[in-house]
């Protein structure tokens, strides 16, 4: 049987990334192999070589699909079509393209969640014949709606083809009031990969229209914070990543990154 594998999701590193050869260093000398970038159009030249230098591979990666632009830094970004992100992820040897975010308006009907899977649907068989399989990454408001008595995300599932994989960022799930563990033993083996952090449970920046300021989130490495981790690990498919993450987090952000591997590596069987 498979082992997980641990990784890490760069954009935890988001700001230390301006230095990219001397953050991928760092995060090689903590022993990390694998990482998830989440931005494979403007670096990729750059990203290429030095993943390369470092001795890390990135079996996974985020990149927005599902729309067709997104808000970044208050400015609205329109986005490449699907077949210039498809070639921008095999450049860097991507085997699972993530969108990381449909925007919380599209997860209140069943109209909306219907016309996301089928967009889904469509990038699932593009990607396919370039070799890629794609995955969604949850926040907390795809559980915010219920449709015929499921969470909006699990309707969502339901809609999509059961090759599309699933990446469970558990604590944003918890934090939407899910028991992340009995969700994640009905999802199945469709679950390729998990964002793992830890930290308070009643925080949830998306559970009205202000928001919460992302230095409130005060997230913790893996056993420091409210999440019943282990349980939540042992009631997911053994073969898939397990990528490290933090929004913000309480403390220096390579100490966080360091307790959480260190507490992965005193599971058994989740691979270095």
């Known amino acids: ?19 990219l050869d001397g953050t991928l260093e760092r995060v090689a000398a903590l022993g990390i ?4 970038p989440f931005s494979i159009f403007d ?13 890390l591979r990135a079996p996974s990666a ?17 986005l490449p079509p699907l077949a210039v992100t498809l070639q921008a992820a095999d450049a860097l040897g991507i085997e699972i393209l993530v969108d990381p975010m449909v925007p919380a308006e599209r997860w209140r009907t069943p109209d909306d969640i219907a016309r996301t899977a089928d967009r889904f649907n469509a990038a699932a068989a593009e990607a396919a014949s370039a070799g890629i399989r794609v995955g969604y ?3 907390s408001f795809e559980f915010h709606h219920q449709v015929a008595g499921l969470s909006a995300y699990e309707h969502f ?22 028991d992340v563990a009995a969700l994640l033993r009905r999802l199945g083996d469709r679950v390729v990969a998990l964002h793992l952090k830890d930290g308070p449970l009643d925080r949830d920046p998306f559970a009205s229209a202000a928001g919460l300021p992302a230095e409130e989130l005060a997230q913790r490495p893996l056993g420091e914070g409210q999440l019943d981790i282990r349980g939540i690990m042992d009631a997911a498919p053994a073969d ?10 309480d403390g220096d952000v390579f100490e966080a990154i360091a307790a959480s591997l260190a507490y992965l590596e005193r599971v058994p069987d989740v691979a270095s």
């Not at 339901?158 to 899910?178: F, H, I, K, N, R």
Request: zero cysteines; proline letters at 6%.
């Open 240 to 249: 898939r990543l397990d990528v490290i993450e933090f929004d913000q987090v």
């Open 43 to 55: 670096r990729t030249t750059e990203l290429i070589p030095a993943m390369q230098r470092h001795g």
């Open 62 to 78: 985020h990149a927005p699909f599902l729309s067709d632009e997104i808000q970044y830094q208050g400015k609205i970004v329109p």
């Open 1 to 19: 049987m498979s082992a997980p594998r641990s990784s890490l999701q760069l954009y935890s590193l988001r700001t230390q990334l301006s230095d």
């Open 33 to 36: 192999r694998r990482v998830e």
């Open 137 to 139: 990454h949850n926040h």
């Open 157 to 178: 599932v339901s809609l999509v083809d059961p090759a599309v994989a699933l990446e469970v960022d558990v604590y944003w799930a918890a934090v939407a009031g899910q």
